[in-house]
Nanobody, 114 residues
Framework: QVQLVESGGRLVQTGESLRLSCAAS????????MGWYRQAPGKQRELVAI???????TYADSVKGRFTVSRDDARDMVYLQMNSLKPEDTAVYYC????????WGQGTPVTVSS
C-alpha cells in the first residue's frame, strides 16, 4: 500500500521561502512521476510541479522561476522549494506520485500573508 506523507507547510510572509517534503512508502519500484499539486480555497486542484523518473520537469506558469521540484529516489522523497512566495500561492499542497495509478498525500497547508 503506497502512502505519501507531506510536511513543511506553514504560515509565511510575502517574499519568504519554504520547502515542502513528501515521503513515499510502500512501493518496491521507482515512481514514474512525483510532484506537487495545490488547491486554493474555492478553486480546483491544479498542477504545481512534476518531475519524471527520467528528470523531465513540468511547472505551472505561475510558479516558473520561483519553485523547484526535486526527487531523491534512493529515499523515495520529493521536495518543493518555493521562493519569492506570494499571497496567491496560499493553498493546500498535495504530494502526488504515479506508478500504474495515481497516489495522493493528505495535503499540507501553506499560507502566505501580505
Amino acid at each position: 500500500q503506497v502512502q505519501l506523507v507531506e510536511s513543511g507547510g506553514r504560515l509565511v510572509q510575502t517574499g519568504e521561502s519554504l520547502r515542502l517534503s513528501c515521503a513515499a512508502s510502500g512501493s518496491n519500484f521507482a515512481f514514474d512521476a512525483m510532484g506537487w499539486y495545490r488547491q486554493a480555497p474555492g478553486k480546483q486542484r491544479e498542477l504545481v510541479a512534476i518531475r519524471s523518473y527520467g528528470g523531465i520537469t513540468t511547472y505551472a506558469d505561475s510558479v516558473k522561476g520561483r519553485f523547484t521540484v526535486s526527487r531523491d529516489d534512493a529515499r523515495d522523497m520529493v521536495y518543493l522549494q518555493m521562493n519569492s512566495l506570494k499571497p496567491e500561492d496560499t493553498a493546500v499542497y498535495y504530494c502526488y506520485a504515479r506508478l500504474r495509478m495515481d497516489y495522493w498525500g493528505q495535503g499540507t497547508p501553506v499560507t502566505v500573508s501580505s
